[in-house]
Each structure stands twice: as C-alpha cells, then as structure tokens.
C-alpha cells in the first residue's frame, strides 16, 4: 500500500429516495476546488448506481463501485421498505469490502470519509482509519433536529413547542415515523436513532440549504454538532446547468409555458419514486377539468391509466400531461403560479429558490414535517384539506391562490425567502459560500 499526500476521498451513499444523486451533485460542485489529482471513490449499490450515472456525467476522477445491496443470490429483488431493510442490515460490511478493494486498486490510502448521513457507522470507520468523516444531511435543519431531539420526543409529547425554531402548531403526526416508532430496534428506526446519538462526531455536517431559513434553528444546531455548513440551494449555483433549449424540450413543457399568462400555470409533481392513490389522480383530474386552468402534470404511466376516460383529449387546449418534467426549467417560468408537491426536501427548496408558493400532500420520512414547515413556519404555502386529495378540497387550495388575497401573501413570502436563498449563495460574502469554502478545507485536511 502506497501512502501519499494524495487525497482519496471515500464516498458512501444511502442508494434509496433522493440520497445518492445530490451527493454526487455535492462531490461534482467540490472537485474543481481541490488538487488536481484528488482521487473520489462512489460506493454505492448496482441499482442506484446505474440510476444515477444513466443521468449524470461520471467525473474522470471519480471510480463507482457497487456494494452488495443484502440480497442474496438468486432471491427476487425486493422493494420499498423489505429492500431497505436487507440493505441496512449488510452495513457496515458491505461497504469495508468494497472500501479495502479500492485502496488496494488505487495504491492511496482514503484521506477523508464523507457519507450520507444516514450511514452513521462511518464515524467509526473514519476513526479506525484516522480520517476526518463528514456527514451529508440530504434533507433541512428543521428535520435534522427533530431527529437530534429523539429522546425528548419520545419522552413527552408536550415538548415539541420547546424545540428551538419550532411553532407550537407542530404535532406529533408531522414527526417522521422513524422518531416516534413503537420501538426504535427496527432497522430504518435503529439507523436514524444511531445517527442522532453519533453526528456530534462528524467533522462537518453539511446542508443543502441556507441558514436564513431557519436561523433559530440552525444556531441551536451548532451547538450540538461540530460545523454546520449549510451549502444551498445547489440548485442556486449549478453553472453547469444548462438550460433547455427548443430542440432538447421533448416534453414541449418550456415552449408551451410560452404562450401562458404570467402566474396562471399550475405545476403538478410528486417526485420519482410516488403515485398518487387512484382516488387522488382522480380527483386532481376533476378539479383541473372543471376549473380548467392552465396546468403542467408529471405523471407516470402507471397513474395516466387511472385518469378518468377522454380527460387527456378533454384538457389538451388548456393543459399538459407528460410523463416526465423539467421541473427546475418550470419552476424557474414566470408563467408558474402555483406548485402541487410532495414535500421532497429538493422540490421544497426547488419552490423556494423560483419564488413559487405550494400546495402540499405529504406521504412519509420528512414530508410531513416539511408540509407543515411550509404552512405554519415559513408561510409560503397551504397543505391539502384533511392530508389527501379531494375534488372539493383541492378546488380551495386553488381558489386560495387565483381568487384570494391570502395567495397574494403566501407569493410574497416565498418571493423573500427567495431572495435570502440569492443573498446566500452570493460569489463574495453569501453564507452558503463561505461556508462551502470551510467544507472545502475540512476534505482538504490529512489528521
């Protein structure tokens, strides 16, 4: 084994939801700012991997390598909750067998362990190899600490005003299920519990988000943790994003937001990996038909079989339903009123960094929480009458946002948050960028 001063930095990626993509995201946006022959490790299951590289560029000093996702040979590939499950229970193993074959490839030693969060074994790993470990947190600080805050959780209701940053219009029902879990042994509730207790060990935890969001909740944050860097939005300062142009718009969603008034246009997503219950895409396609306004519908092929008879033919000269969007080129139109979301963490800051309100149905992990963030705390946005789609229930959120005043103040609210999450990213003196000139340090830094 070769040591140098070169760097070797090991990435370990949770390969379920919107993990793994933002930390490749993350690792793209740093390698310009290190030595030139830095190397990046992607340690990452099969499955995940060929997602995200189908998508992404692999960058030239960056090498993939699959770990075993817990499926032993010649059993069917599970999925949801079970595939999960057989993954977390092949950590940390998985992952030192693929780590040691990549230094024994490369002849360099790993300089610095940067991991989602989730894997919280790797404080471990990088304290046996005495590197740094940095910790990514793929989601907000409100959910990151209401899971440093599990004990007292579970301990007593009744404290979950006292959570710094936090209205007193927090329930127990907006918590992420793994937090109030009967027990926390079961595998998801035993991972993120472990990380709660271990994150104080990471050299840095890092944010896509900015700290104007939730200033009282990030300065409680630092307190408990060594560095808090809040880093975003990503999406604010992706120069190599380039935009779509006519030829490369083969849904036709940029062109068609041409021709639509400014703020009429309703975007309707519920990220990749949901559908919607039958009833809901039912719903929603009775509330757009009758008010027939202007819409934009991601919508998969499994959900457009649901669709009521003749609707596509019916809503063609006012609307579009398309298999796949390109949802930062839509938010980013001025003719986009109003966002139909799921809460993701990304498509939340995706609303707020376009200045575009929401209307929220959350279904699990930190929707919930983000759905009434969105509402209660920040002020930008409705969740859904009763938590799902109804015809009547989703024709008032629309009516709150084309009809009412309130939609005019829930616009300027997510219009200033906007301009704070511009303010962060700021070449010179923007929180975000100084402190990703600090994470860019710690990856730097040989103990």
Request: aromatic fraction near 10%.
């Amino acid at each position: 084994m070769t040591t140098t001063s070169q760097l070797h930095i090991a990435l370990l990626a949770f390969p379920f939801g919107s993990h793994a993509a933002p930390l490749l995201a993350l690792v793209q946006k740093l390698s310009p700012f290190l030595p030139s022959n830095t190397l990046f490790s992607f340690f990452n299951t099969s499955q995940s991997n060929t997602s995200i590289f189908s998508k992404s560029s692999k960058p030239n000093n960056l090498k993939i390598y699959n770990i075993w996702d817990g499926v032993k040979e010649g059993n069917a590939t599970p999925f949801g909750r079970e595939a999960i499950d057989l993954f977390i229970q092949s950590t940390p193993s998985n992952f030192q067998t693929s780590m040691r074959e990549a230094e024994e490839e490369t002849g360099v030693k790993f300089s610095c362990i940067f991991s989602d969060s989730f894997l919280w074994f790797s404080s471990e790993l990088a304290e046996k190899m005495n590197v740094p470990w940095i910790a990514f947190w793929t989601a907000g600080s409100c959910s990151l600490s209401i899971h440093l805050y599990t004990d007292l959780i579970r301990s007593n209701d009744e404290t979950l005003s006292k959570i710094p940053g936090f209205l007193s219009t927090l329930r127990i029902s907006d918590m992420p299920p793994e937090v109030v879990a009967e027990n926390l042994e079961g595998p998801m509730p035993s991972m993120l519990y472990n990380m709660a207790l271990n994150l104080h060990k990471a050299n840095g935890v890092v944010l896509n988000s900015f700290e104007e969001l939730d200033p009282i909740t990030n300065k409680d944050i630092k307190t408990k943790l060594q560095k808090v860097l809040n880093i975003g939005p990503l999406v604010l300062q992706s120069s190599k994003r380039v935009h779509l142009d006519a030829n490369s718009d083969e849904s036709g969603c940029i062109k068609w937001l041409e021709n639509q008034n400014e703020k009429s246009v309703v975007y309707l997503s519920f990220g990749t990996v949901l559908t919607l219950p039958p009833n809901e895409i039912v719903a929603i396609a009775e509330t757009l038909e009758a008010k027939r306004v202007p819409f934009i519908w991601s919508l998969k092929d499994n959900g457009v079989k649901i669709l009521p008879k003749g609707f596509l033919e019916r809503t063609k000269e006012f609307g579009k339903t398309v298999s796949w969007a390109p949802q930062m080129e839509i938010l980013e139109n001025s003719a986009v009123g109003v966002f139909v979301t799921h809460c993701g963490w990304n498509s939340i800051l995706e609303g707020i960094s376009y200045g575009v309100p929401m209307i929220c149905r959350p279904f699990f992990g930190d929707q919930k929480l983000n759905s009434r963030m969105v509402e209660s705390v920040w002020q930008i946005g409705l969740q859904i009458e009763g938590g799902s789609f109804t015809k009547s229930g989703t024709i008032s959120a629309l009516d709150t946002f084309f009809n009412e005043e309130k939609g005019n103040v829930l616009r300027k609210n997510v219009q200033g948050l906007k301009e704070k999450a511009l303010e962060a990213v700021k070449p010179i003196d923007g929180s975000s960028t100084e402190n990703f000139k600090v994470l860019v340090e710690l990856v730097k830094c040989h103990k």
